[in-house]
């Protein structure tokens, strides 16, 4: 253990005299490596924040919800458009059915998304998207309300002109004014705000609550024909308490094909679709870029690498003469080998090391200008760490080998 030790300390001490001695010569090598290893931590740094962002958001819908559409989620290749643009869209003449029929289901809900300008006094957003939903709607979203409360029951049944509105809507329609109890207008229209959703943040796939205007689906047919093929609707089934989706939907399956009156031999016209499918989907996205990032970043950590074994040939030469006494002495050509492989390692470390530092400092700044928490992981230093190790050990293993196996009087007589 303390032979060791000693090596770890030689190494350090040969590390840093390198640095002292020919600085110029060594921080020229180490960039390569300081680069490649801020290219790759950078993107699995921020890969990392993306996919925790996503999948936030895609937990917010629940994984345990299936939805009815006219499209199903595809990723890869050439999306088949032509096959799907005909079908009919879900409707509540539907939604209605799936509540009657369905026996796996623990909430049903539609949803129709549209523009309409909402205002307050002199404050106004053109072109919002309102989202029309029925009364299903609480139990197949989660809802947090930092004020106020949701669309009751009567409300829902009656298309009673109330909304619940986020965050971001409250901030800019109404400042520093409660907006709950009070009234704004929704395309002319007076509607009373109910409600305001917590406050969530960014959400790199729409899915936050921020900028929701929600309405119920019968106060929607005061200005929009619910019938209208842009509307785009969605139908949400959440199955029960310990039911697997692809139970759900193989239920959902056999009731959308009985209310469209399909055939056997016909193709389905609607999609079920999944949030598991937007997780792989997402999954090979993010391998895709961590692919990307390793191939950018290995270039630069192979001319790192390259620089690395250069110091240490130099090294070697420099101190031949000491490698003659330390032989001499009875140093084992063991100790030698790792005596150099360590200071390789050593040089790659420190030029990782930076790295790592600069990508640090830049989560810092990007967590401080953007609203998406960006985090350098004990993961990624571990893994930034370990490559630099790697990178050393495949650098210093030659020119070690070389320092190893000189042989001791002619080390001795050779001049640094």
Known sequence: MRVYLRILFESLHFAIQALVVNRL???????????????IISVFTLVDTLERNIRSSIEELGDNVVFVQKWPWEFGGDYPWWKYMNRPHPDLTELEEIEKRSELASAVSIQYNFAKTI??????????VIEAVSDGYPGVRNINLQSGRFITQSEFDRGAPVCVIGDYIAYVIFGNVNPVGREMKIGGRKVTVAGVFEKEGESMIGMSMDE????S???AKAFVNLKNRNLSP?????AKKGIPNAALKDELFVIMRSIRRLSPTEDEDFALNEISILSEGFDDLFGFVNIVGLIIGGFSILVGGFGIANIMFVSVKERTNIIGIEKSLGAKNNFILMQFLGEAVMLCVVGGSIGLLFIWFGALAGSAVTEYDIVLSLKNVITGLSISVVIGLLAGIIP?????????VDAIRAKG
């Open 25 to 39: 010569r060594t921080l020229l090598s180490l960039l390569g490596v300081t680069i490649g290893i801020f290219a």
């Open 212 to 215: 929701n205007v929600i309405i």
């Open 400 to 408: 070690a080998y070389s320092a190893a196996r000189l042989n001791p």
């Open 119 to 128: 205002e307050f006094r002199n404050n106004s957003i053109q072109s919002q």
């Open 234 to 238: 969605t139908i949400y089934v959440k």
């Open 217 to 219: 689906t019968n106060l």
